[in-house]
T-cell receptor
Framework: DVKVTQSSRYLVKRTGEKVFLECVQD?????MFWYRQDPGLGLRLIYF???????EKGDIPEGYSVSREKKERFSLILESASTNQTSMYLC?????????????FGNGTRLTVT | AQKITQTQPGMFVQEKEAVTLDCTYD???????LFWYKQPSSGEMIFLIY??????QNATEGRYSLNFQKARKSANLVISASQLGDSAMYFC?????????????FGAGTRLTVKP
């Protein structure tokens, strides 16, 4: 079974803090994704990566950056957390660029910024 | 522009009855895939069913089937014989294949409640 592991289930941070959300997958997948989920808005793509050291902006990259130094790990960074970044963050991975591959998700990190 | 549209924020269905969750999509690609995911209250995203743009037949997986109408750009999920455990959020999603990076876009979701 594919396993996508997010380091924290719940996280509480203060405004202005630098926040790291970590995601690790064990299936040697090339593609990795970060989404945020908000009620009524569904899942919105923040960033994705299709190879080590490669990254592409999604629909809402502002206020976020990512790092992919190793194939299995994809980190989401909030450079200076703000209250409007309070959300559920979901990491996912999939096989190489292919429109017929499903995404495999982690269990999510619920981030609260106070 | 919104690529995936789910027009039903919430739906109710009686246990053992069938229910259809609507999804329309927008793409100019010829190659694309459509997916449905279930998210129970625990928060995990569970992949349910896939339909490819070139598939001639509607996809089925157990009690789930996908009513694919390509000309209308709709990909509705049908759940037969609803069970209490089907109560969850359901998301429709699409991956485009021709000229894009194959990232996946999601709709806003439909919350399904199964009544005993």
């Amino acid at each position: 079974d594919v396993k996508v592991t997010q380091s924290s289930r719940y996280l509480v941070k203060r405004t202005g803090e630098k926040v790291f959300l970590e995601c690790v997958q064990d299936m040697d997948h090339e593609n990795m994704f970060w989404y945020r989920q908000d009620p009524g808005l569904g899942l919105r793509l923040i960033y994705f990566s299709y190879d080590v050291k490669m990254k592409e902006k999604g629909d809402i990259p502002e206020g976020y950056s990512v790092s992919r130094e190793k194939k299995e790990r994809f980190s989401l960074i909030l450079e200076s957390a703000s209250t409007n970044q309070t959300s559920m963050y979901l990491c996912a991975s999939s096989r190489p660029r292919s429109y017929n591959s499903p995404l495999h998700f982690g269990n999510g990190t619920r981030l609260t910024v106070t | 522009a919104q690529k995936i549209t789910q027009t039903q924020p919430g739906m109710f269905v009686q246990e053992k009855e069938a229910v259809t969750l609507d999804c329309t999509y927008d793409t100019s690609d010829q190659s694309y895939g459509l997916f449905w995911y279930k998210q129970p209250s625990s928060g995990e995203m569970i992949f349910l069913i896939y339909q490819g743009s070139y598939d001639q037949q509607n996809a089925t997986e157990g009690r789930y089937s996908l009513n694919f109408q390509k000309a209308r750009k709709s990909a509705n999920l049908v759940i037969s014989a609803s069970q209490l455990g089907d109560s969850a959020m359901y998301f429709c999603a699409m991956r485009e294949g021709d000229y894009n990076n194959n990232d996946m876009r999601f709709g806003a979701g439909t919350r399904l409640t199964v009544k005993p």
